[in-house]
């Protein structure tokens, strides 16, 4: 679980505004004290206004003994009903400055609390980012997403929200005993003796509460990742009239998460009871012990036990928000632990320390290379060597599972290698910074990943301040200005989620012009034209074609029509080069390479 401590260095960015709180608190709580105790001067002029009076009771403190003799010398002077008003104005001024302190209070945990989590929620952003490729084939998106939503809400309110409990409660519960103490410190340590049976029965319950919290946001993730699969295959789901078997396992989920969270509130709901019945069992018998000492005339003045009672009922409201603040933060601490599993994830692709400059002038050599998925039986690929020199286009081709877009995402370092290295133009890939690396390299996938966005933000993609001129040149290049330029709003046209108002070609073609925007020497084309019709892969090839001049490029194809004209065609099987060749040279060959060309024209 991410340490408390390390959620409050975030809350010591806000020092001034911490300081602030307590100060604001600190000055509440006497001023609620002092409101409180008002009750005894009022008592005392309404029932004993016959003028100055004697000493009382010998165990009756000086201090409130001088206190009450100074009040019934007001009183003989001004009158009964003039120290009633007097007393009756005190009280709402101390209202007022009180209720003015409360707000300062809470305006100044307002910046603290909204401060804090939306660092924690960069903080995990960031992470999430810096995270590799392979972290996210493993983990669910919905489970994701619940994380960073709901988990990090339930900290925001279960455990910032605390704060001003934390740092409210405490000095208020102490300032009340020390007042206690000081009125009659007999009957406040016979109090004291019941506090421990209450924390005890708290603590147990507070125990359990964690536990079911931290499966409920499991159970939670679990339904929003059915949900999120849904919307994403939507057309699937009705095409296939698997609407009803989808209802019944999200209906299924939904029971779950509802059982637990149902067993998790009415855990939760039993703090504040608890906490209540045995404040007020303890009031009873101070009623008890208390009453017997006025009746009895031994120390206690009946306005000052009043005033007792008072001063002693107010230490139930903090400490039973203090007893909900402490569910609070062990149901918070649920969503921590979960939020802690992101954040100590491993990092297998890790940024250099001092990055070394990156120029590509030669070649790029995978030498040695050795790679296997986590998780994955077999390896992806082994003993991989394969130099491609400046301005050559190199194909891959193999069956499925061959690891030729391993190779790719290699290159762009989504991965290390798990053995050898790559390196371009001599320099190891894993000593340059990935923003470096990836500026020399314009990848195309087979499936565009576009953005619900406009077109040219989609194209000028990592800049802030899309160059116009630069946006139109290589959407020109990439034969999309043709359908562009049709659009309601031309560049400025929203496409959609992923993309969903362009078809496939067009999609592929905004793919190809953001690789070009930063003019990248390198090119990865990762089957960029595999799901596309006779007409889009006819564009886009085109558009392939066009944007390779002058750079060298690595085309991964399924369809070996669109590799003829690469200058080597590299055949994988395994994990492994098999064949190496233009294609004339590995038809003449007549091995792996042949047979796959005769076995797609067999299937065209």
């Not at 619900?452 to 290049?477: E, G, H, K, S, T």
């Amino acid at each position: 679980m991410r340490r408390f401590k390390d959620l409050f260095s975030l809350v010591l960015r806000y020092r001034l505004n911490l300081l602030g709180n307590i100060a604001f608190n600190v000055l509440g709580s006497v001023l609620s004290l002092f409101t409180f105790l008002a009750i005894v001067p009022f008592l005392r002029i309404l029932f004993r206004s016959g003028g100055p009076r004697e000493a009382s009771g010998e165990g009756a403190p000086q201090g409130f003994e001088r206190l009450s003799m100074m009040l019934d010398q007001y009183v003989a002077t001004h009158g009964a009903e003039q120290a009633l008003f007097t007393m009756c104005a005190s009280i709402a001024v101390l209202a007022l400055v009180k209720n003015a302190v409360t707000y300062l209070s809470f305006y100044s945990l307002a910046t603290i609390r909204t401060g804090v989590a939306r660092d924690l929620r960069e903080q995990l952003f960031d992470r999430i980012l810096a995270l590799p490729v392979g972290y996210f084939t493993e983990q669910r998106k919905g489970d994701l997403i619940s994380r960073m939503t709901n988990d990090l809400m339930e900290v925001e309110f279960s455990v910032i929200g605390t704060l001003e409990v934390l740092f409210k409660a405490p000095i208020m519960i102490l300032l009340s005993l020390i007042t206690l103490f000081a009125i009659s410190w007999e009957l406040t340590l016979f109090a004291l003796v019941f506090m421990p049976v209450a924390g005890f029965i708290i603590s147990r319950i507070a125990t359990a509460l964690r536990g079911a919290a931290g499966r409920g946001k499991a159970r939670l993730g679990d339904l929003i990742s059915r949900l999120e699969e849904t919307l994403g295959a939507m057309v699937v789901v009705k095409a296939f009239d698997a609407a009803p078997r989808f209802r019944g396992r999200f209906a299924e989920h939904n029971e779950s998460y509802f059982q637990l969270m149902r067993k998790l509130y009415k855990r939760e709901y039993l703090s504040s009871p608890v906490s209540e019945f045995v404040s007020m069992s303890v009031i009873a018998i101070l009623l008890a012990v208390g009453g017997r000492l006025v009746l009895r005339g031994e120390g206690l003045e009946g306005e000052l036990f009043i005033g007792y009672l008072v001063v002693f009922s107010q230490i139930i409201p903090p400490a039973r928000s203090l007893s909900d603040a402490i569910f609070k933060v062990q149901k918070g601490a649920a969503s921590l632990d979960r939020l802690d599993e992101v954040m100590n994830a491993d990092l297998t692709v890790v940024e250099p320390a001092e990055p070394r400059p990156l120029r590509f002038a030669e070649d790029i050599r995978f030498e040695g290379v050795g790679f296997q998925y986590p998780g994955a039986d077999d390896a992806a690929l082994t003993g991989f060597d394969l130099s491609i020199s400046k301005g050559e286009t190199v194909a891959l081709v193999g069956a499925s599972g061959s690891g030729k877009t391993t190779v790719a995402r290699l290159l762009l370092r989504l991965y290390d290698p798990v053995t050898g290295s790559i390196r371009i133009d001599g320099t190891d890939l894993r000593t340059v910074a990935s923003g470096d690396l990836r500026r020399h390299i314009g990848f195309v996938t087979q499936d565009p990943l576009l953005f619900n966005d406009a077109v040219q933000a989609n194209i000028a993609l990592f800049d802030p301040n899309p160059d116009a001129d630069r946006v139109r040149a290589v959407a020109d290049i990439a034969h999309a200005t043709e359908f562009i330029d049709q659009l309601p709003r031309g560049m400025d046209t929203p496409i959609g989620d992923g993309g969903g108002r362009l078809s496939g070609g067009q999609k592929q073609r905004l793919a190809i012009a953001r690789a070009l925007y930063h003019d990248p020497p390198i090119l990865v084309m990762d089957e960029a034209t595999s799901a596309l019709d006779a007409e889009g892969e006819r564009l886009v090839q085109a558009a392939i074609e066009r944007v390779m001049e002058g750079r060298t490029a690595v085309v991964i194809a399924h369809r070996l029509s669109t590799v003829r004209r690469a200058d080597r065609i590299v055949v994988l099987d395994r994990g492994t080069i098999v064949e190496s060749g233009t294609h004339e040279e590995l038809m003449v060959l007549g091995g792996h390479y042949q047979g796959m060309v005769a076995l797609q024209q067999l299937e065209a």
